[in-house]
């Protein structure tokens, strides 16, 4: 890289626990120069003071740190063309953002990083971003991808099971596509980004969930069984979480368990959940 060259490191920082951070993520974040912390308002508050946290514990020689808000996004329900156009007037306007921060923000031969949650290619807009800054032409950078530990691999270590039956695909869709998947023919499916607790309008008497929401952190909400008798109660305490917190982001597997290796064969996760619906 010429010395006049800028750089852009794009962190995975996993999904919530500090110690989620891997020694490559580490060593990464002690070669920026500036960290930009793009903030989502005050209700999530503490997930901008845990970048801080990791910044200060693991940055290393002279650095800054730049504090932008990320730009408001339209998240009334819509239909499938009204979505994909909000999500794009959105990902512009973070397109513009980005171009500022690195060209005003970045001198010559500086190293930026972005720090995502979980990892930087599941279900986030950064790289996507970037390279629509790049597309433009205006801000030259090269771009390095610093892979995380995601919610997906969090809510498998936490239920202590694995991702995927023998010989079965896992589908990962966000809750939007939910409806239009068919249960056998997509093997288990990992669900994210629901705002809408969409697990409820799943049918069959043969479907577990496995569901957590603030993976990774002290928070963290973890609740399996059958879905029919379950639902509810996750339903329940999600409801109470968003209402004490302004937030909440969750993510399910659900499973059927008609085949050989099923939920049946796992230790026991109903018994595992605490009476509030929280991990022991």
């Known amino acids: 890289m010429s010395r006049e060259q800028r750089a852009i490191l794009v ?3 996993g999904a919530g626990d500090p110690d989620h ?3 490559q993520a580490v060593k990464a974040m002690a070669r920026a120069d500036v960290f930009f912390v793009v903030g989502k308002g005050r209700e999530k508050e503490s997930l ?10 693991h940055a290393r020689g002279p650095y800054r740190v730049v504090r932008v808000a990320d730009p408001s996004r339209d998240r009334r329900p819509m239909d499938h063309g009204a979505y994909r156009s909000a999500v794009q007037d959105w990902r512009d306007r973070r397109a513009d953002l980005f171009e500022r921060l690195l060209r005003e923000e970045m001198g010559p031969g500086e190293t930026g990083a972005f720090l995502v949650w979980g990892d930087p290619s599941l ?3 950064t790289l996507g971003i970037l390279s629509t800054v790049e597309a433009r032409g205006s801000v030259s950078a090269t771009i390095e991808v610093i892979p995380g530990i995601t919610s997906v691999s969090t809510l498998a270590a936490r239920h202590r099971i694995p991702l995927n039956q023998v010989g079965r695909p896992v589908h990962i ?3 939007r596509r939910l409806p239009h998947l068919g249960r ?3 093997g288990d499916i990992i669900v994210m980004l629901d705002a809408h607790a969409s697990f409820t309008e799943v049918e069959g008497d043969d479907v577990w969930i496995y569901w957590g929401a603030y993976l990774g952190t002290p928070d963290e909400l973890l609740i399996a ?4 008798e379950v639902s509810d109660r996750i339903r329940a305490v999600r409801a109470d979480a968003r209402a004490r917190h302004g937030w909440i982001m969750d993510t399910y597997l659900l499973r059927s368990t008609g085949t050989a290796d099923g939920p049946r064969t796992a230790a026991a996760p109903g018994e595992r959940d605490g009476p509030d619906g929280t991990a022991p």
């Open 11 to 13: 962190i995975g920082i």
């Open 21 to 23: 951070l891997t020694l």
């Open 48 to 57: 901008t003071d845990l970048r801080h946290t990791m910044i200060e514990e």
């Open 123 to 125: 279900y986030d807009s």
């Open 173 to 175: 869709t966000p809750a």
């Open 184 to 186: 056998g023919d997509d």
């Open 225 to 228: 069984g059958p879905l029919r």
